[in-house]
């Protein structure tokens, strides 16, 4: 057993032992029937701090796990069709062609002059293959299924630095919430808007009571969407002296300095975007009103196991069954819905809450709440009057449009002065709600 995996069970039967700790703690308050003293919020506070940065430290662990894995079923595709020796040089040349494009070097494939002159000023990551990679990974593939895509779409030969589309890709996408969840994603090849019709209520038939009656029934209703091509960009600079050393990781400045960026804004956009000039967050284009809003009641009244039990029957059975639903909240939101129990107004009875204990181990499995994932991101409001705090319902509802490959653009003339050199990363995203039956909000009324 590797060494990170021994680390993840050892973090894991830490959280389970703090987990158990604070459901102690509920359980001799809950028996006493009265709330928690400022003494014990206090301690309830610490041992959720405390599960937090456990949960920070695999996720860390399980995002670089995942990174070597995907990588090494890469290797190992490429070593099953070319041998070791020569998938081992293929590698090392896709990443030497980045390289030498960051210092300047003309990589033009074979010396030809008819390629587009652009090669020497950018460089295009292929973003569409990553992803299809990481779905084949994610639901239990291996090499010989990534080598079959690689092979069908040309990209096992053509000497692109797959590595590093690799890890881009998913440096991008780790801080992307709408990533995680189950969403629909697709890429498409350009930007040309594409629009689709959006469910806003579906049609109830009729019964027929007696022979040669006429049939009968309410139409559904739709409304449209549409999806633009929305780009998102980062620029650094970076000094010559620092591109010319041999060991300057190229990939891993790129990764951590313009892939990071530009996922984190993206992030905002998909939960909270305003859907002009902006993707219309899932938090944002969310039915309103009596058929999309589950209100709290009261004044700051927080989650109750009983309007938690409204968000997931606010949605069709269908939904709550597809395997696709989720709940998703900020982490201060989570952490109070720890606390609630399912009796007497989530003051006794079970913990609803049930921490996942193969977290990293087994495909990352989220915690549950009403036998559902429970997804967080820093962009969903905090629990404040009249907030949006929670979602719940299918997510494959949201769709998730990317636009060709991440371009990386060097530029030596804007910083000439200083001697540096500016990168600039560029990719397009939209994304909306295709059917505005599939999810609720839960919105703290007053």
């Known amino acids: 057993m590797s060494k990170p995996i021994e680390y993840l069970k050892i973090l894991n039967e830490t959280h389970a032992t703090i987990w158990e700790e604070a459901k102690r703690l509920l359980d001799d308050v809950a028996a006493q029937k009265r709330e928690l003293s400022a003494e014990e919020n206090q301690q309830w506070g610490r041992y959720n701090e405390r599960l937090e940065e456990i949960d920070q430290q695999?996720?860390?662990?399980?995002?670089a796990d995942e990174r070597e894995n995907h990588a090494a079923i890469g290797r190992e595709a490429m070593e099953r069709q070319f041998g070791s020796v020569q998938a081992e040089r293929m590698d090392r040349t896709g990443d030497q062609r980045l390289a030498d494009w960051a210092k300047g070097i003309d990589t033009t494939p074979y010396g030809r002059d008819d390629i587009d002159k652009r090669t020497k000023g950018f460089f295009e990551i292929?973003?569409?293959?990553?992803?299809?990679?990481?779905?084949?990974?994610?639901?239990?593939?291996?090499?010989?299924e990534v080598r079959a895509l690689a092979w069908d779409t040309g990209s096992i030969a053509s000497g692109v630095p797959t590595t590093t589309a690799r890890e881009l890709y998913q440096l991008m996408t780790a801080p992307i919430s709408m990533f995680a969840l189950p969403t629909y994603k697709f890429f498409t090849g350009s930007g040309e808007q594409m629009k689709f019709p959006r469910v806003n209520a579906h049609g109830i038939a009729t019964q027929v009571i007696g022979q040669g009656t006429a049939l009968a029934g309410t139409d559904a209703t739709f409304l449209s969407m549409t999806l633009d091509a929305f780009k998102y960009g980062q620029l650094y600079a970076v000094?010559?002296?620092?591109?010319t050393d041999t060991l300057f990781d190229v990939a891993g400045f790129l990764g951590a300095n313009?892939?990071?960026?530009?996922?984190q804004v993206i992030d905002t956009d998909l939960v909270v975007g305003s859907g002009s000039g902006h993707p219309n967050g899932a938090m944002t284009a969310v039915a309103t009103g009596a058929n999309g809003t589950i209100a709290t009641g009261g004044t700051l009244i927080g989650p109750t196991y009983e309007t938690l039990v409204d968000m997931v029957y606010g949605v069709n059975a269908n939904y709550r069954n597809s395997g696709n639903?989720?709940?998703?909240?900020?982490?201060?939101?989570?952490?109070?819905?720890?606390?609630?129990?399912?009796?007497?107004?989530?003051?006794?009875?079970?913990?609803?809450?049930?921490?996942?204990?193969?977290?990293?181990?087994?495909?990352q499995e989220p915690g549950l709440l009403l036998g559902y994932p429970v997804f967080t991101d820093p962009?969903?409001?905090?629990?404040?009057?009249?907030?949006?705090?929670?979602?719940?319902?299918?997510w494959s509802a949201y769709y998730l449009r990317q636009i060709g490959s991440l371009v990386i653009e060097r530029d030596e003339s804007v910083y000439f002065a200083t001697d540096q050199v500016a990168f600039r990363g560029k990719w397009r995203?939209?994304?909306d709600i295709i059917d505005l039956t599939a999810l609720v909000q839960l919105k703290q009324s007053v």
């Open 325 to 363: 639903a989720a709940f998703l909240m900020r982490d201060l939101t989570a952490a109070a819905v720890r606390k609630l129990r399912d009796g007497a107004g989530g003051t006794v009875g079970a913990v609803l809450w049930e921490p996942s204990l193969t977290q990293g181990i087994q495909g």
């Open 379 to 394: 962009n969903v409001a905090s629990m404040a009057s009249n907030a949006k705090i929670a979602m719940f319902g299918d």
């Open 258 to 263: 313009i892939a990071r960026a530009i996922g």
């Open 429 to 431: 995203v939209d994304g």
């Open 126 to 144: 292929p973003l569409a293959q990553a992803a299809k990679e990481a779905e084949i990974i994610r639901r239990g593939g291996g090499a010989d």
């Open 58 to 63: 695999i996720r860390g662990l399980v995002a």
């Open 239 to 243: 000094s010559n002296e620092v591109l």
